[in-house]
Nanobody
Framework: EVQLQASGGGLVQAGGSLRLSCAAS??????????IAWFRQAPGKEREGVSC????????TYADSVKGRFTISSDNAKNTVYLQMHSLKPEDTAVYYC????????????????WGQGTQVTVSS
C-alpha cells in the first residue's frame, strides 16, 4: 500500500523559510522513478499546484507564484521529496499536500493517484 506522509509545516514570519517533507512508502519500483507534486489550499480558495518533480528525468516545475522562492528536490535514499520554501509571504499561508502518481517514469503534471495528509503553513505579516 502506497503511503505519503507530509510534514514540516508551521508558523513563520514573512520573509522566513520552511522545509516541507513528503516521505513515501509502498511503491513497488524505484523511488527515483516516482513523480511527486506539492499542492496547497488556502481557506476559501481552490487547490493549486505548487511544484512537481517528475519520475522520468527528475525535471521540476513551479507555479509562477513561487518561482525563485521554492525548490523541490528528492532524496532517493530516504524516499522523500522536499519543498524548500524561502522568502515566505502571507499569501503562501495554506495547507500543503503532496501527491504521487502510481506508475513509474511519468512527467509533470501528474495523475494524483495518492495523497498525503496536509501540513499547515502559516506566514504572519
Amino acid at each position: 500500500e502506497v503511503q505519503l506522509q507530509a510534514s514540516g509545516g508551521g508558523l513563520v514570519q514573512a520573509g522566513g523559510s520552511l522545509r516541507l517533507s513528503c516521505a513515501a512508502s509502498g511503491f513497488t519500483f524505484d523511488f527515483d522513478d516516482v513523480s511527486i507534486a506539492w499542492f496547497r489550499q488556502a481557506p476559501g480558495k481552490e487547490r493549486e499546484g505548487v511544484s512537481c518533480i517528475s519520475g522520468s528525468d527528475r525535471s521540476t516545475t513551479y507555479a509562477d507564484s513561487v518561482k525563485g522562492r521554492f525548490t523541490i528536490s528528492s532524496d532517493n535514499a530516504k524516499n522523500t521529496v522536499y519543498l524548500q520554501m524561502h522568502s515566505l509571504k502571507p499569501e503562501d499561508t495554506a495547507v500543503y499536500y503532496c501527491a504521487a502518481e502510481g506508475g513509474p517514469f511519468s512527467s509533470c503534471p501528474i495523475s494524483e493517484d495518492y495523497w498525503g495528509q496536509g501540513t499547515q503553513v502559516t506566514v504572519s505579516s
